[in-house]
């Protein structure tokens, strides 16, 4: 389970603040010591961290999608020559869903 920033940073106040040790911090908290010795490394946390996709030319992956729009995400992987998981997480980033229809066939 990820913690975000704030609860890191409230743990690591209220640690200082009452002098306790790692292992009476863990334990009011019900945190493992392991993770506050992870913590005190790097403080920041890792939650929302935008990736660069370097697999995808994402300039060229907007045309196909504009060019082709009824591609599967397989197809689409074979013309950019990536795999089709690579192609998923490519179009959640540009925020691109999968089709749907209006009207039963």
Do not use: C
């Not at 009011?28 to 939650?47: C, G």
């Not at 370097?54 to 082709?68: G, Q, S, T």
Request: net charge positive.
């Amino acid at each position: 389970m990820a913690y975000g920033l704030d609860f890191r940073q409230k743990v690591f106040a209220y640690k200082e603040k009452n002098r306790l040790t790692f292992e009476q911090t863990s334990q009011h908290f019900e945190i493992n010591i392991a993770t506050l010795f992870r913590w005190q490394n790097k403080l920041t946390s890792s939650i929302g961290q935008n990736r660069t996709a370097y697999k995808v030319d994402m300039e060229a992956l907007k045309e196909d999608v504009a060019k082709f729009p009824g591609d599967y995400q397989w197809e689409r992987a074979k013309h950019l020559n990536v795999g089709q998981p690579a192609i998923h997480y490519a179009l959640t980033r540009l925020k691109i869903s999968f089709k749907k229809n209006t009207t039963a066939p």
